[in-house]
């Protein structure tokens, strides 16, 4: 009996190695796709802007008898926002330089398709972008509508470089090639006062009206080495 309880374990323990080598433990890959960016302010309505990302990603495996891994990397990614405010209107397109950290658990389909989700937290940092307003003065340009443009993360810029949020994933690996979809959305508010942290000195400046947090929708694919 005691025999054949330490063979039965014996090839358990075998076979818990022969799949754990299954899993790697070092990915690297590529990804680049579409985004479908937001944001929200209580009161105001704003609209979709869509923007594009480019990635690279590296997963490590943290188990090695589970598909579970760390996923991080370096990505590009357009966002913005389209906002109405009374008779007004804003186009908002900031690039961020953006580093998620995730984690996701792989479920291989018979050797056919590996499908995991993903989970976790993202930063952000604005490193280019501009915005458009435009207004009606009817006082002024009696009825006539006027814009300016003006950068975004600027001294007198209506949004904050940095954002942090949450980021959830579904991918599906078939080869080595990588097709996902999923959301991001911001925790912190982004609006910023203009003129040195004075309210008083810019009535326009989207602090003054609200917290503004962003939301993204994005579609990836990719390729994996």
Not at 204 to 224: E, I
């Given at each position: 009996m005691k025999k054949?309880?330490?063979?039965?374990?014996?090839?358990?323990?075998?076979?818990?190695?022969?799949?754990?080598?299954?899993?790697?433990?070092?990915?690297?890959?590529?990804?680049?796709?579409?985004?479908v960016s937001n944001a929200s302010m209580s009161g105001f309505d704003f609209n979709s802007r869509v923007g594009f990302h480019v990635a690279g990603v590296y997963q490590r495996l943290l188990m090695e008898t589970h598909p579970l891994y760390l996923e991080t990397g370096l990505q590009i990614s357009q966002k913005g926002f389209k906002a109405d405010f009374w008779a007004d209107k804003?186009?908002?397109?900031?690039?961020?330089?953006?580093?998620?950290?995730?984690?996701?658990?792989?479920?291989?389909?018979?050797?056919?398709?590996?499908?995991?989700?993903?989970?976790?937290?993202y930063y952000a940092l604005g490193v280019s972008g501009k915005s458009k307003y435009e207004y009606m003065d009817t006082e002024e340009f009696e009825g006539e509508s006027y814009s300016e443009k003006s950068d975004l993360f600027g001294a007198n810029g209506v949004m904050k470089r940095s954002d942090f949020g949450m980021r959830f994933s579904a991918t599906a690996e078939w080869k080595q090639f990588v097709f996902s979809l999923g959301y991001e959305f911001g925790f912190v508010n982004v609006a910023k006062i203009a003129d040195g942290g004075n309210p008083e000195?810019?009535?326009?400046?989207?602090?003054?009206?609200?917290?503004?947090?962003?939301?993204?929708?994005?579609?990836?694919?990719?390729?994996?080495?």
């Open positions: 054949l309880f330490f063979a039965l374990a014996g090839v358990a323990m075998m076979a818990s190695s022969a799949v754990a080598q299954n899993y790697e433990k070092n990915l690297y890959g590529v990804r680049a796709g579409l985004n804003e186009t908002a397109n900031p690039l961020y330089l953006e580093i998620p950290i995730m984690v996701n658990y792989k479920f291989n389909i018979k050797d056919v398709v590996t499908l995991y989700p993903s989970i976790g937290f000195s810019n009535e326009d400046a989207l602090s003054s009206w609200g917290k503004l947090k962003t939301g993204n929708f994005f579609l990836s694919v990719g390729y994996n080495f």
